[in-house]
């Protein structure tokens, strides 16, 4: 039997995220020891691999599988334009990269706790952007496709209203860092893509900058 690792990989990386978050969902002590906690990675255990075993636990159902389904839609678009090593570095380091703002912004707060996916999900939808700009995408619930450079800026931006008035129990810092992650990998794995699509890339990277800004006046 021949196995397709570009086609299988999505639906490994799926089948064991959807395994651990059954499990935490029913195991207080299993999801409790792996979750996101700042306490216990800047604590003295400093339990650093929570920033990626955190990806692999859901709060509820249609968390994990909102998570899941965008990530199965938009994985073959990265894995059969940058490779499929490249797309395990840009969903991985999405996840780190998300966990890392969290856990600088909310760096005083020990008891802060976040999980999912969405950082690394993300960072897979940004990095779809940053190749097919042009792409039609669906926003909410708004049943009209927009082109996904516009849907990545007002993504974005929602993003950062979410970060400044902590708008609901969503993790939008994660979020954040996982579209800034995408974003650079992307142009660093096919760097023909920054010339490509400048004018878009730009314009994405406009709330980001906002970002910046907001985060160091408030340091």
């Not at 760096?107 to 996916?117: L, Q, T, W």
């Amino acid at each position: 039997m021949n196995f397709d690792l570009p086609q299988i990989l999505p639906l490994l990386i799926i089948a064991l995220t959807v395994i651990t978050s059954i499990k935490g969902f029913s195991d207080i002590a299993f999801f409790d020891r792996y979750k996101f906690n700042v306490g216990a990675i800047l604590g003295k255990s400093k339990q650093w691999d929570r920033l990626v075993t955190s990806a692999t636990l859901h709060g509820d159902t249609m968390h994990l599988l909102f998570n899941m389904l965008t990530l199965y839609f938009f994985s073959d678009i990265i894995i059969y334009t940058l490779g499929i090593w490249q797309y395990l570095a840009i969903y991985f380091l999405a996840i780190i990269g998300g966990g890392l703002l969290s856990l600088w912004i909310h760096r005083k707060e020990y008891y802060y706790s976040a999980i999912g996916a969405s950082g690394g999900v993300v960072g897979i939808l940004f990095a779809a952007i940053a190749i097919y700009p042009s792409m039609s995408l669906y926003m909410f619930f708004i049943p009209i496709p927009i082109p996904g450079w516009i849907f990545g800026i007002a993504y974005l931006g929602f993003s950062i209203y979410g970060m400044l008035k902590n708008v609901g129990n969503i993790g939008h810092d994660a979020h954040m860092g996982g579209a800034v992650a995408g974003l650079i990998m992307a142009v660093a794995f096919a760097p023909e893509l920054f010339f490509k699509n400048l004018i878009y890339i730009g314009l994405i990277t406009i709330p980001l900058i906002v970002m910046v800004y907001l985060i160091w006046k408030k340091k």
